[in-house]
């Protein structure tokens, strides 16, 4: 992913910001669950950081994550939202054979699909009468298989908030593959539950000049000749404004992380862009709760 542009919070904000965070709740204890395995034409390597405290609010989070972790895995290469395996019902207090759970359906999941791929694939080769058969075990020996990657990692943990990043890369045998994910997700740690809304939502016609202002200097971060006026030969939009990213933007130390995920804004070949405002420009555009768990 490209380079989060930093951008550095006045002094009295940020001191506002530690003494608010420091004083709430202690550090999350996480863990983390690796696993990989691979078969004749899939691969998948997981890894997967969950709270393993028995408080009220680790408990809260690891079951908030569990439910990533199902709606990401469950879909794997599904282009219609078809379920492809039943979600965890046993203990969730027994983290690791919940997460042990997902990774065998997963793998399971990517198996079947990618043998069922490459089986019509060779089917389609075999009756191609414009090749001929050395042409066609050539074509057959070097047929792409599928790979799969989960990653879910706490990124940040603030005194107010914790903030979790769900980010996958799925290959299916196509020119390139791609990222998917849930994005960054921000929780109380107070409660456990998600911040859901970090931006107002009828600002976005007011906000558009700290966008603007955020995906010049991504580009510009890339070594692109890009400025305010010619932005817009960059970004694949329909209609005058620069929507909000899908996912949620996320707080750091430097203030608040928008990330867009691959063609939302912008043709592949620009990546994932993404840049850091800091609290005192968006401040005005934050949702109550918002302003709250960064302690503005």
């Given at each position: ?37 691979s ?20 408990r ?50 990517i ?25 066609k ?80 200097g ?7 000749q ?71």
């Open positions: 992913m490209k380079k989060l542009l930093a951008i550095l919070l006045p002094a009295t904000l940020a001191a506002l910001l530690c003494w608010s965070c420091e004083n709430t709740t202690a550090p999350l204890q996480t863990r983390v669950y690796s696993y990989e395995e078969a004749d034409h899939a691969s998948i390597k997981f890894s997967a950081e969950l709270p393993e405290g028995n408080d009220r609010t680790s809260v989070i690891r079951e908030n994550l569990a439910g990533v972790m199902d709606n990401q895995l469950a879909h794997i290469g599904s282009f219609e939202g078809e379920r492809l395996f039943d979600p965890y019902d046993g203990d969730m207090n027994d983290t690791e054979g919940c997460v042990k759970y997902y990774f065998d359906n997963a793998f399971k999941v198996c079947d699909g990618a043998d069922d791929d490459v089986r019509q694939r060779a089917e389609y080769i075999k009756q191609d009468t414009g090749i001929n058969d050395a042409q075990e050539e074509i057959l020996s070097r047929m792409p298989g599928w790979e799969y990657e989960f990653s879910l990692e706490m990124i940040a943990d603030a005194g107010c908030y914790a903030v979790f990043q769900s980010q996958d890369y799925i290959y299916m045998g196509g020119a390139h593959g791609g990222v998917t994910g849930a994005g960054c997700i921000t929780f109380d740690k107070s409660t456990g539950s998600i911040i859901e809304q970090f931006i107002d939502p009828g600002s976005e016609e007011d906000i558009q000049p700290l966008l603007r202002k955020g995906l010049v991504y580009f510009v971060d890339a070594d692109s890009v400025n305010d006026s010619n932005l817009d030969e960059c970004l694949l939009l329909e209609g005058d404004l620069i929507p909000l990213p899908a996912w949620q933007p996320y707080p750091c130390e430097e203030g608040l992380v928008f990330v867009y995920q691959q063609y939302e804004i912008a043709p592949y070949a620009a990546g994932m862009p993404a840049f850091t405002v800091s609290f005192e420009e968006i401040a005005p555009y934050l949702t109550p709760e918002a302003r709250r768990i960064i302690g503005l």
